[in-house]
């Protein structure tokens, strides 16, 4: 498996493990195995966050020799809402992460205390809190590195303004900069802003949500054409949706007839781009199985070519951001906190 150099002593796998649904969807002895199977198939860069109850079973895993901690590269995030009183705090401030100090360092110590290890790899911001200064930011995971608690630090759904602002309040207060961006990425989002200024300034792009929550599978483009055609949208919007879910059919088509599913070619795409890894949720045999032969796949470019006019023509773009929030919504509503309810 390919490797990208997070810097000169850490490289992780272009291809990552994403656990956002590991343990809502698996038993924990199968997410184990899961996790196993990452590993064999060459996958070092496993993604989790302190509000997925997929960080304590990766803890569990690295205890008992199933994750070996030299071959690993755990990527934990913080910020979101772990508890009730945390959220309606949170939405009464009218805030979407908590960012501050205090927070952030009792983060870390919970996220190396579940997880078992002496340092977190890489520690990201879960979203923009901003009420937070990006000095204060700054300040504190700069604190959170030299203390040894954090190797590395990101960001996670951060606009390309705030990713400008965080790396000024860096360079000029010369603090640690961050190391990653873990912001969307898949054929009809294409190369945002953001995307672009953090891989300008020498980030790496953890690109999310490859698949555009399943749109971009073989059977996600025939689930979202029987969800428009029993929804009743106006007309024009419906008939623009179908137009898109035809163009997407036509990419299907042509992944299919060299021999790869529409997944693989979604995926190969994103990795396709430099200083980018991908997570995607490769939990299940057939996933990963899948996963592997995308990251290993020298896709030909003619085809690559077609699948930019997702993001390159509006229309395409405007309605298939469209289809990928239908494919969300759609989706079952699983409990990710970290802890049950008490």
């Known amino acids: 498996m390919q490797m990208i150099e997070l810097n000169p002593e850490v490289s992780i796998s272009?291809?990552?493990?994403?656990?956002?649904?590991?343990?809502?969807?698996?038993?924990?002895?199968?997410?184990?195995?899961a996790l196993r199977a990452a590993e064999h198939a060459g996958i070092t860069l496993i993604?989790?966050?302190?509000n997925y109850r997929s960080e304590a079973v990766i803890g569990l895993a690295l205890r008992d020799g199933v994750l070996?901690?030299?071959?690993?590269?755990i990527a934990t995030k913080a910020g979101l809402?772990?508890?009730?009183?945390?959220?309606q705090k949170l939405r009464t401030q009218g805030r979407t992460a908590d960012s501050t100090p205090e927070y952030l360092r009792s983060s870390v110590d919970g996220s190396i205390s579940v997880l078992g290890v002496k340092a977190l790899d890489l520690f990201q911001l879960h979203d923009i809190d901003e009420t937070v200064t990006p000095l204060s930011i700054a300040s504190t995971m700069t604190e959170l590195v030299e203390?040894?608690?954090?190797?590395?630090?990101?960001?996670?759904?951060?606009?390309?303004?705030?990713?400008?602002?965080?790396?000024?309040?860096?360079?000029?207060?010369?603090?640690?900069?961050?190391?990653?961006?873990?912001?969307?990425?898949?054929?009809?989002?294409?190369?945002?802003?953001?995307?672009?200024?953090?891989?300008?300034?020498?980030?790496?792009?953890?690109?999310?949500?490859?698949?555009g929550?399943?749109?971009?599978?073989?059977?996600g483009i025939d689930q979202?054409?029987?969800?428009?055609?029993?929804?009743d949208p106006e007309k024009n919007i419906k008939d623009a949706l179908l137009i898109t879910l035809d163009k997407l059919d036509e990419i299907r088509d042509q992944a299919h007839s060299v021999g790869v599913a529409f997944e693989e070619l979604a995926l190969a795409w994103v990795m396709s781009h430099d200083r980018t890894a991908v997570l995607n949720s490769c939990y299940l045999p057939e996933y990963l199985q899948r996963s592997v032969r995308a990251e290993r796949w020298d896709?030909?470019?003619a085809l690559f070519d077609t699948a930019n006019e997702l993001h390159e023509n509006p229309l395409y773009r405007e309605m298939g951001n469209r289809l990928i929030r239908v494919m969300h919504s759609t989706r079952p509503q699983l409990n990710r906190s970290a802890h049950p309810p008490q």
């Not at 272009?14 to 195995?33: F, N, P, Q």
């Not at 809402?81 to 959220?87: L, S």
């Not at 929550?213 to 059977?219: A, N």
């Open 81 to 87: 809402a772990i508890t009730w009183p945390q959220h």
């Open 213 to 219: 929550y399943g749109l971009f599978t073989d059977s």
């Open 147 to 211: 203390s040894g608690k954090v190797r590395q630090w990101g960001v996670t759904n951060y606009s390309k303004e705030a990713v400008d602002d965080l790396l000024s309040a860096c360079d000029k207060y010369d603090a640690v900069r961050p190391a990653t961006a873990q912001l969307p990425l898949d054929l009809v989002t294409g190369v945002t802003d953001a995307v672009q200024i953090a891989r300008d300034e020498g980030m790496i792009v953890l690109g999310r949500s490859p698949l």
């Open 14 to 33: 272009r291809l990552g493990l994403g656990t956002y649904h590991l343990t809502d969807r698996l038993s924990e002895i199968d997410a184990i195995e």
């Open 68 to 73: 070996h901690e030299a071959d690993t590269f």
């Open 47 to 50: 993604d989790t966050s302190n």
């Open 299 to 301: 896709a030909p470019q």
């Open 224 to 231: 979202a054409r029987d969800i428009i055609e029993q929804a």
